[in-house]
């Protein structure tokens, strides 16, 4: 199995962050090896924009999401034995004194203001998952699309320490999102089948970066996992 995935997601976070910070640009940051990308993919390659307060990377059209679900390894959940978070070294420096969350808010939010230690002592920020309002970033958790949890019992239990660093750094990718504490502590290390976002109309958004997430990583999923997926990508057809 290629690992450029991991390699790619390494070499890009760094970068990518200083298009969040107060006083960057928020021109394009060229990837300096992208990977070939695989045929169903559809997306274009070497290049990632990323801006202040646009929110979750977008994730792949409804479509190119379907034929991802359709090609994920079904398997059943790995054992737990020998999990710890601190395995998925996180939250690291991403430029300066910004850390990954420092990032995220900054990215995430509105009118965002941050201290000298890149803090975010100021701005507003929208819950995806249960629409609540926020104005304080200590009442908000950065959420891990697919949790880490998940991820190891999906594969991730395989993977080196650099690369579990990359997954649960990934700036990228449709990975990180800043939501309410309440609801990230709710979902907890759930798939879709055990929990869903409360707000059904982040059903097609959510289903699109959890697909599209596993089958960047080669991620396994579980029967009642994809049947659920399913069911939330038919939302975005409604």
Same mark, same amino acid.
């Given at each position: 199995?290629?690992?450029?995935?991991?390699?790619?997601? $390494?070499?890009?976070?760094?970068?990518?962050? =200083?298009?969040?910070?107060? &006083? =960057?640009?928020?021109?394009?940051? $060229?990837?300096? &090896?992208?990977?070939?990308?695989? =045929?169903?993919?559809?997306?274009?390659?070497?290049?990632?924009?990323?801006?202040?307060?646009?929110?979750?990377?977008?994730?792949? $059209? !409804?479509?190119? !999401?379907?034929?991802?679900? =359709?090609?994920?390894?079904?398997?059943?959940?790995?054992?737990?034995?020998?999990?710890?978070?601190?395995?998925?070294?996180?939250?690291?420096?991403?430029?300066?004194?910004?850390?990954?969350?420092?990032?995220?808010?900054?990215?995430?939010?509105?009118? !965002?203001?941050?201290?000298?230690?890149?803090?975010?002592?100021?701005?507003?920020?929208?819950?995806?998952?249960? &629409?609540?309002?926020?104005?304080?970033?200590?009442?908000?958790?950065?959420?891990?699309?697919?949790?880490?949890?998940?991820?190891?019992?999906?594969?991730?239990?395989?993977?080196?320490?650099?690369?579990?660093?990359?997954?649960?750094?990934?700036?990228?990718?449709?990975?990180?999102?800043?939501?309410?504490?309440?609801?990230?502590?709710?979902?907890?290390?759930?798939?879709?089948?055990?929990?869903?976002?409360?707000?059904? $109309?982040?059903?097609?958004?959510?289903?699109?970066?959890?697909?599209?997430?596993?089958?960047?990583?080669?991620?396994?999923?579980?029967?009642?996992?994809?049947?659920?997926?399913?069911?939330?990508?038919?939302?975005?057809?409604?």
């Amino acid at each position: 199995m290629t690992k450029a995935w991991w390699r790619r997601a $390494a070499t890009t976070t760094a970068l990518i962050t =200083a298009a969040v910070l107060p &006083a =960057a640009s928020s021109t394009a940051i $060229a990837d300096p &090896a992208p990977p070939p990308a695989p =045929a169903q993919e559809a997306r274009p390659a070497g290049t990632t924009f990323v801006e202040p307060h646009s929110g979750l990377p977008k994730p792949p $059209a !409804v479509g190119v !999401v379907r034929t991802e679900l =359709a090609g994920l390894h079904v398997a059943t959940p790995h054992s737990m034995n020998g999990y710890s978070r601190a395995k998925f070294p996180h939250w690291i420096k991403q430029h300066g004194e910004c850390d990954t969350r420092e990032v995220v808010l900054a990215r995430d939010g509105e009118n !965002v203001q941050q201290d000298e230690k890149c803090r975010a002592i100021a701005g507003t920020w929208f819950s995806e998952y249960d &629409a609540k309002v926020f104005h304080v970033s200590g009442q908000l958790d950065i959420d891990h699309i697919v949790p880490l949890a998940n991820a190891w019992r999906s594969g991730a239990d395989d993977w080196t320490t650099p690369e579990r660093r990359a997954f649960a750094n990934d700036l990228v990718h449709s990975q990180l999102i800043a939501v309410s504490a309440s609801s990230n502590r709710q979902k907890g290390d759930q798939s879709p089948d055990q929990w869903a976002p409360p707000r059904h $109309a982040y059903w097609c958004t959510y289903a699109r970066a959890w697909t599209d997430v596993k089958h960047l990583y080669h991620l396994n999923v579980t029967e009642p996992e994809k049947a659920k997926l399913g069911e939330m990508l038919d939302t975005c057809e409604r």
